[in-house]
Each structure stands twice: as C-alpha cells, then as structure tokens.
C-alpha cells in the first residue's frame, strides 16, 4: 500500500504539469500524511541535508569545466583530429562521431552539453556529404549517451551520493563498459553505413594528422589527468572535478587562446542555472528518500522480489527491466534519486555489489535518454537538426539495440567491470 501511496502520488502530481522535484516534494508529503507522521520540518531537515554533501561539490565543477572546453575550443580540436584519422573510411563521419564521443565522455561527463556540441558540428557535414539525416542523427544521439557512463560522470556521483558507495570505484569501473558502449555503436555503424551512397573525404597527409593530433594534445590529457589522479590517491572525485574546471580554464584563455575573459560570467551563469536544476532535485529527492526508509518501502521491495533473490543474475534482469521502463518515463537525474534508495537495500540483501550494479543503473538510465517521451538528447538533436522525433527514432534503433544489447552483456558477465576495477585500485 506504501509503495503505491507513493508511484501514484508521483505520478499524479507530474500528470497535471508539475516539475519532477516538486512532484517528489508532493509524494513526500502524501507518504507523510499516510503515515501520520506530518511535519514540515522533516521536509525543510531532509531537504537541506540531501543538498549539503561535500561529494556534490563535484556537479557544478564539471558542469563548468563542460561549458569551459566548449568555449575554449577543446571540443572542436578533438573532432578536427578525429576527422583528421578516420574521416577518410567509407561513413568516416559517423566514425568521428563515436571518436568524438568517446574522448568528449572523458572530458565532461553530461549527455546534453557532448551531444548538443557534436550534433551543432556534425550534422551539417554529415547532411552535405550525402549521409542519411536521421540515421546520422541517431548515432550522434547514440553516441552523446557515452557521457555518464566513462568518467568523470555527473550521474555516478548522483548515485554514488545516494547509495553511500565509493565514486572513485564507479568512475573506474565505468571505463570497460563505456569503450564497449562505443564499440557497438562502431560494429553497427560499419553494417549501416554500407547503405548510404556518400561522399568519401580525402585522406589527410599524416603531416596533418599529427599538427591536429598536437593541437588537440591538451584537451586530450585531461582525462588521463583524472584518471591518473584518482588512481594514485591524489585528489578525491570532488577535487578532480576543480581540477578539470581549472585546467579546462587555463587551455582555453592561455594556450588555444579561443576563451575571452569576457564570456566567463555568461559561461558560469550557464554552469551555476544547470548546477540549480539538479541540486534541487537532489534536495526534493532526499525528502523522499528519507521517508522511503521510514515507511520501510526497500523491505516491501525485498518481499516481493523474493522469490528470484538467490538467482542474482534474475534479479539484476528483472532489475534492469524495471529500471528501462522507468527511465524511458522519467528523465535521467530523478530516475536516479527517486529508485537508488529503494534499490541499493535489494541489492545488499541479495549480496550484489553496489558498485558494479551501480554502473549498470547509469547504463540503463543513460539509454533513457534517447527513449520516448522524455529523451532528453532525442530532443537536442531534434532540435539542432530541426527533424522530428518520429523520423529520428528510425534512425536511432540499430544503434539503441546495440547499446542495450552490451548492458545485457555486462549483466551475464559481470567481470567486464569488476576485473579492472580490481586491477586499478590494487
């Protein structure tokens, strides 16, 4: 009866129009009403706690190191090089846009701001060489989805906060599954390309090669930067993030010279509107979260997966399953928020790791966003592309099988994420 209070009070409230963190403010309220429990200093305690977390710092930092690279060319140097090497196979611009995905995941971490950058560049060129507008469009779309999956991600720290597990250990164990998220999207590309009649672009000299490759040298050691620091114990998920956002601001305005001291108010304007939307999610969630627990909603949930708790792989199936639905009806963040405290107990109950289901999740949750209704990167090359989101969807589904099909991969075979996990934190 609880977790039912709950959905329909949700989904009631997002039904006539209201914002989903308000609408988890309202289920909230409707669990504490159920529970006799009314209190609006539950709601104001929950909601600053969930907010001041140290870990969150992170959000806002790469939400501006993002809007940084934009700005600062990082982002346009890294497609150039990878035009540079691959452009010239037969649907070379398809290849550098999964090139280009893969290395802008590393980078910023937000599906939007990669897919919104790669669908401005590359859907124009794309459209001239004679590529087919829709399905060019899906792989970007496919492609921007690599974000939150290879560190540093926006997503994992979400969870990461919310299931009280490690963010290091996400980021890491999030690198195998994004390289083989972008190599489906390759194999695919290679099979769907062949039906296009296009434009092959010259072979660039391997003088060229190398000065784009050099030119892009200092956008493309910000990962290893990261990476490298969390590795060693240099600096926490939340420093990386100052330290991408610095160094980020430091290409642009003093080695590509491309970032005006001028634009950096609009450009952390931008970073702090982004940082706003999701840290009040963040607060409304936590209000739910809290009385989640209270009425003993992860328990209700133990009780009726009980049957399949001892076939682990079932239950991340069935799991996952649930996950792809909601996540096709919600957007990205509160798909997080709202299931991570129900789940995460499941979970520990069945004796799964958090962390490696945990990549999972954002897997899952990441294919969302280019699920109808909501598809949140759906509409942003809707939108740049000016086509609709019906002829899109043509485009995108050999792509979004792909992807789906390495999620269900990585449920069958867990050590894909868990053996470099292992091996990088030894």
């Known amino acids: ?7 329909i009070s949700l989904l009631a409230a997002m039904a006539i129009g209201m914002p989903v963190a308000m609408a988890l403010i309202v289920s909230g309220l409707a669990l504490m009403f159920h529970m006799g429990m009314t209190d609006p200093q539950i709601v104001v305690q929950n909601m600053w706690d969930g907010a001041n977390s140290f870990p969150l710092l992170a959000v806002p930092f790469f939400m501006l190191a993002g809007e940084f690279m934009n700005a600062g060319g990082i982002t346009r140097r890294i497609i150039h090089m990878a035009m540079a090497w691959v452009g010239h196979l037969r649907g070379g611009l398809g290849f550098v846009a999964i090139g280009a995905a893969v290395v802008m995941a590393s980078l910023s971490g ?9 669908a401005a560049v590359l859907l124009p060129m794309m459209r001239q060489a004679g590529y087919n507008p829709y399905r060019s469009g899906g792989l ?133 509107k982004t940082t706003a939307v999701v840290m009040f999610l963040v607060a409304a969630a936590s209000v739910s979260a809290w009385l989640i627990a209270a009425a003993n909603m992860p328990a209700q949930m133990v009780e009726l997966l009980q049957p399949i708790m001892d076939n682990k792989t079932l239950l991340i199936l069935v799991l996952m399953v649930l996950v792809l639905i909601v996540g096709s009806a919600l957007d990205f963040a509160p798909t997080i928020l709202i299931l991570t405290p129900v789940l995460v107990p499941v979970l520990k109950q069945a004796g799964i790791d958090p962390v490696y289901f945990g ?20 509409n942003v090359v809707c939108g740049v592309g000016q086509m609709r989101m019906g002829n899109l969807m043509k485009g995108i589904w050999p792509f979004l099988l792909a992807e789906t099909f390495v999620l269900f991969l990585l449920v069958l075979f867990p050590e894909l994420v868990m053996a470099p996990l292992r091996w990088m934190t030894q």
């Not at 009866?1 to 959905?7: E, K, P, R, S, W």
């Not at 937000?110 to 790669?118: G, K, P, R």
């Not at 954002?362 to 209704?373: E, R, W």
């Open 1 to 7: 009866m609880t977790i039912l209070i709950f959905v």
């Open 110 to 118: 937000s599906a939007v701001a990669d897919t919104a950058a790669l």
């Open 140 to 272: 970007i779309a496919a492609g921007g989805i690599i974000a939150p999956i290879i560190p540093p991600s926006i997503g994992m720290i979400l969870y990461g906060v919310a299931a009280q597990v490690s963010i290091t250990k996400l980021f890491i164990a999030g690198i195998v599954p994004g390289i083989l998220m972008g190599t489906s999207l390759m194999l695919t590309w290679m099979f769907v390309a062949r039906k296009d009649k296009i434009e092959v672009a010259p072979k660039q000299p391997m003088g060229e090669r190398l000065r784009l490759t050099i030119e892009s040298f200092w956008g493309l050691m910000l990962p290893v930067i990261i990476i490298g620091g969390l590795k060693f114990g240099f600096f926490t998920p939340t420093e990386a993030a100052v330290v991408a956002a610095a160094y980020s601001l430091i290409v642009g305005l003093f080695i590509n010279r491309e970032l005006k001291f001028s634009q950096l108010y609009d450009l952390m304007l931008n970073a702090a």
């Open 359 to 378: 990549v999972l999740f954002i897997m899952n949750n990441a294919i969302g966003l280019i699920t109808p209704p909501v598809g949140t990167v759906l």
